[in-house]
């Protein structure tokens, strides 16, 4: 959650150490072009869930609309054929008792965050567990929770197929406290670092994470699922300012311009491991791009089922396999806070547009960190974007586009 782009060693990060995840990306296959379904958590996730972009996506922001019985999830494609379903962490796509809930949108199994609300106080009084309410009688810390609830789903489904969405909240900042920051039990091992306490508090969230992704790769050896288990890795959007974090410290988001709420590559793309011994190429490096939502129709195929047509995304095994791989036409991407942008990939060009500004482009082969506009010099691709732009969307009443 808000993990950036350049925030792993495998990334480029050389301030702290991510030794698990670098681990699994050497095991893996590593990807250079993903992005996330939006630039902040709620819509990104529902592009995750529901196969959609945000010009279809039913939720297309931060604000609290709860999923429909019409938005299927890959949960529920999974369930249908024949897996354990289970969320763990943060949901931010429902509200107590609505059509959104979990657990009416084929998880077997939920615990953590249901909205934003209070999705990033790390010391909350209670979890959701299933549909009911589960209160602390003691000082608990959200993520460490998570991690247990993780392994022991795991433990408790190692005899059949099952597919689990772990959705940490580390590193978001706390937000809606009074005590507001980066919390973390103990900034351990950056204790001694000469930098400013939230960012310790960062680096030693991040560390926390990565070493417990570790204990669940180390769980599915143990059990003997390892070489039988798809494992993605990836965050909700790019990295933030916030709770006191200065996203510069440690370069957050890499070679890339711009960071959460912002349609720039370092907003939206984001670090993609996928590991799956004996079947993907280990130690693989892919410049394929694609995005969140197709990640449920790679995963329905995967598991042995049609892919949906009726989304926005595309099956993604191929790439896994290291076999040729059918590409987007275009990527497409719009945000309602600040005003209203909008931001299209296609092919190695990337556009950006929104809040009466004129149209940006880039060509991202020459010019991965977005630093020379080159609008000007190609009209012709300009004018193919915008028919992209009027054309990639439906309305949303939710989120009107002001005229």
């Given at each position: 959650?808000?993990?950036?782009?350049?925030?792993?060693?495998?990334?480029?990060?050389t301030?702290?150490?991510?030794?698990h995840?670098?681990?699994?990306a050497?095991?893996?296959?590593?990807?250079?072009?993903?992005?996330?379904?939006?630039?902040?958590?709620?819509?990104?996730?529902c592009?995750?869930?529901?196969?959609?972009?945000?010009?279809?996506?039913?939720?297309?922001?931060?604000?609290?609309?709860?999923?429909?019985?019409?938005?299927r999830?890959?949960?529920e494609?999974l369930?249908?054929?024949?897996?354990?379903?289970?969320?763990i962490g943060?949901?931010?796509l429902?509200?107590?008792?609505?059509?959104?809930?979990?657990?009416?949108?084929?998880?077997?199994?939920?615990?953590?965050?249901?909205?934003?609300?209070?999705?990033?106080n790390?010391?909350?009084?209670?979890?959701?567990?299933n549909e009911?309410?589960?209160?602390?009688?003691?000082?608990?810390?959200?993520?460490?929770?998570?991690?247990?609830?993780?392994?022991?789903?795991?433990?408790?489904?190692?005899?059949?197929p099952?597919?689990?969405?772990?959705?940490?909240?580390?590193p978001?900042?706390?937000?809606?406290?009074?005590?507001?920051?980066?919390?973390?039990?103990?900034?351990?091992?950056?204790?001694?670092q000469?930098?400013p306490?939230?960012?310790?508090n960062?680096?030693?969230?991040?560390?926390?994470?990565?070493?417990?992704?570790?204990?669940?790769?180390?769980?599915?050896?143990?059990?003997?699922?390892?070489?039988?288990?798809?494992?993605?890795?990836?965050?909700?959007n790019?990295?933030?300012?916030?709770?006191?974090h200065?996203?510069?410290?440690?370069?957050?988001?890499?070679?890339?311009r711009?960071?959460?709420?912002e349609?720039?590559?370092?907003?939206?793309?984001?670090?993609?491991?996928?590991?799956?011994?004996?079947?993907?190429?280990?130690?693989?490096?892919?410049?394929?791009?694609?995005?969140?939502?197709?990640?449920?129709p790679?995963?329905?195929?995967?598991?042995?089922?049609?892919?949906p047509?009726?989304?926005d995304?595309?099956?993604?095994?191929?790439?896994?396999?290291?076999?040729?791989?059918q590409?987007?036409?275009?990527?497409?991407?719009?945000?309602?806070?600040?005003?209203?942008?909008?931001?299209?990939?296609?092919?190695?060009?990337?556009?950006v547009?929104?809040?009466?500004?004129p149209?940006e482009?880039?060509?991202?082969?020459?010019?991965?960190?977005?630093?020379?506009?080159?609008a000007?010099?190609?009209?012709?691709?300009?004018?193919?974007?915008f028919?992209?732009?009027?054309?990639?969307?439906?309305?949303?009443?939710?989120?009107?586009?002001?005229?």
């Amino acid at each position: 959650d808000d993990l950036g782009y350049g925030n792993l060693g495998s990334y480029g990060q050389t301030f702290f150490q991510t030794p698990h995840l670098d681990q699994m990306a050497k095991e893996g296959m590593r990807f250079t072009s993903c992005y996330a379904g939006s630039t902040v958590c709620a819509p990104s996730r529902c592009c995750l869930m529901t196969g959609m972009h945000t010009g279809h996506a039913r939720i297309r922001g931060n604000k609290r609309h709860p999923l429909l019985p019409e938005d299927r999830t890959v949960a529920e494609y999974l369930k249908d054929l024949g897996y354990a379903t289970g969320i763990i962490g943060k949901w931010g796509l429902a509200e107590p008792e609505t059509t959104g809930v979990p657990n009416r949108k084929g998880f077997d199994f939920w615990y953590g965050y249901l909205n934003q609300h209070r999705a990033h106080n790390y010391y909350p009084d209670y979890l959701w567990r299933n549909e009911e309410r589960e209160y602390f009688q003691t000082w608990t810390y959200s993520h460490d929770a998570f991690t247990k609830e993780a392994l022991d789903f795991v433990s408790q489904n190692k005899d059949n197929p099952f597919f689990l969405y772990l959705a940490y909240t580390i590193p978001h900042a706390f937000n809606e406290g009074r005590e507001q920051g980066m919390q973390i039990p103990s900034d351990k091992p950056y204790s001694d670092q000469q930098w400013p306490q939230q960012d310790k508090n960062f680096a030693a969230m991040v560390h926390r994470m990565d070493a417990d992704i570790g204990h669940l790769l180390t769980l599915l050896k143990r059990l003997g699922l390892d070489e039988n288990t798809l494992v993605f890795f990836t965050s909700d959007n790019g990295p933030h300012r916030e709770g006191g974090h200065n996203p510069d410290t440690f370069d957050d988001n890499g070679p890339l311009r711009g960071i959460k709420r912002e349609l720039y590559e370092g907003g939206i793309r984001v670090p993609m491991i996928a590991r799956w011994p004996g079947t993907i190429p280990t130690g693989t490096v892919n410049k394929q791009p694609w995005a969140f939502w197709d990640v449920l129709p790679t995963a329905v195929d995967i598991a042995g089922g049609e892919p949906p047509a009726a989304v926005d995304g595309l099956s993604m095994k191929n790439t896994l396999l290291g076999q040729p791989q059918q590409s987007h036409e275009y990527f497409y991407w719009e945000f309602h806070e600040r005003g209203f942008q909008q931001a299209v990939r296609m092919g190695n060009w990337k556009a950006v547009v929104g809040n009466d500004k004129p149209l940006e482009l880039y060509n991202l082969k020459d010019d991965e960190g977005e630093a020379n506009n080159v609008a000007d010099q190609h009209p012709g691709v300009v004018a193919t974007i915008f028919k992209i732009l009027a054309s990639a969307r439906t309305d949303s009443p939710h989120y009107p586009v002001e005229q």
